[in-house]
């Protein structure tokens, strides 16, 4: 029988846990159930699951403590964290995904958009976990095999971005087609080919902190508020944080942060300067602002190359790197660049 997950479940009401547990049993997890914090906590530390379901109001320990405490150790720190809960204000999800949530089920639930929720965090976990374990045994072979092992590394982080897009329907393909463009403007700024094969693989996965933003955020038609375009803004701190513990030969995790990043300073998360970005994320950050005005996206149609390259230009030197800028129109205007379907 295939193993398809080990996922505990935490709840204080016997009748939710209870409907939790045969939900996940049916599906074929192994499940084990926890009606209090404490138990959750024991159980959890004892044989760490490879998913925590846990609901936010509890007596004496709530969700909340349960997942601060998680997250403290080293042991379970590395779980993930979906909160099922009645709980649906949105500065109280805010607060969860804080402390190291990587998703809200809001109750009354629908059994499908529970289990596709809980399908889609195992998948993205234990391809972290084999991009890691691939990564340590692939680097002792690198001389002999570093053609395979860089193959083997973009089929998984293609992978890694395909489950992100998959909640996000409206913004499939962006990742791929941002980074054909990254890679065209690489090497038309004439970049040694290794580096040209890391703003590939950044391009890629440059979105998959998204995987920890409420689909309801990523779809919705209308504008966002503040506090909704708060959670969007963390995607860049949260890739960082899923990428950067994997040895990759090239800083992709420190390319992801940076991706929407300013030249004068006004970009996020860290609002860096010029002098402190590197190139690869200037190049990926004028890529990311050309794709997506070029596409549909919920709140507007798309805006058209013309629209997207007067944008870049009129914010060159300010916003954005200038001789990335310029290698873009170049590609466009000059040299026909189209995506391409693969």
């Known amino acids: 029988m295939t193993d398809k997950g080990r996922i505990l479940a935490v709840d204080d009401t016997p009748a939710s846990l209870r409907l939790l547990t045969d939900i996940l049993k049916m599906e074929g997890y192994e499940v084990r159930s926890a009606i209090s914090g404490e138990l959750a906590l024991h159980a959890a530390i004892s044989n760490p699951p490879e998913l925590v379901l846990l609901d936010v109001r509890m007596p004496e320990m709530d969700g909340y403590e349960v997942c601060r405490r998680l997250k403290a150790q080293a ?100 990742q791929r087609r ?28 440059h979105d998959v902190g998204k995987i920890r933003v409420p689909a309801e955020i990523l779809t919705k038609p209308g504008k966002l508020t503040g506090l909704e375009f708060s959670i969007i803004k963390e995607h860049a701190q949260s890739g960082y944080e899923i990428l950067s513990n994997i040895d990759f030969p090239w800083p992709i995790a420190e390319i992801v942060l940076q991706h929407h990043e300013r030249l004068d300073g006004s970009g996020y998360p860290r609002a860096l300067n010029n002098g402190k970005t590197l190139l690869e994320a200037k190049i990926l950050a004028v890529a990311d602002v050309v794709e997506s005005m070029m596409s549909h996206r919920p709140y507007r149609p798309a805006l058209g190359i013309d629209s997207a390259l007067d944008n870049i230009a009129l914010n060159k030197g300010t916003l954005f790197d200038p001789a990335v800028v310029e290698a873009c129109i170049r590609l466009f205007r000059e040299q026909d660049f189209t995506f391409s379907a693969s």
């Open 178 to 205: 941002t980074a054909q463009l990254a890679i065209a403007i690489a090497k038309e700024l004439q970049l040694p080919a290794e580096q040209v094969e890391g703003i590939h693989l950044a391009g890629v996965v």
């Open 75 to 174: 042991e379970t720190r590395d779980v993930p964290v979906i909160f099922v809960s009645a709980v649906s204000e949105t500065d109280e999800k805010v607060h969860g995904f804080k402390i190291g949530a990587v998703d809200f089920v809001t109750k009354p639930y629908q059994r499908d958009e529970l289990l596709a929720r809980v399908r889609t965090h195992l998948e993205l976990n234990r391809l972290r976990n084999h991009l890691e374990d691939l990564v340590e045994e692939r680097t002792a072979e690198l001389r002999e095999s570093e053609q395979k092992l860089k193959t083997s590394l973009l089929d998984s982080i293609t992978a890694l971005a395909a489950i992100v897009e998959m909640r996000d329907p409206y913004t499939a393909g962006h």
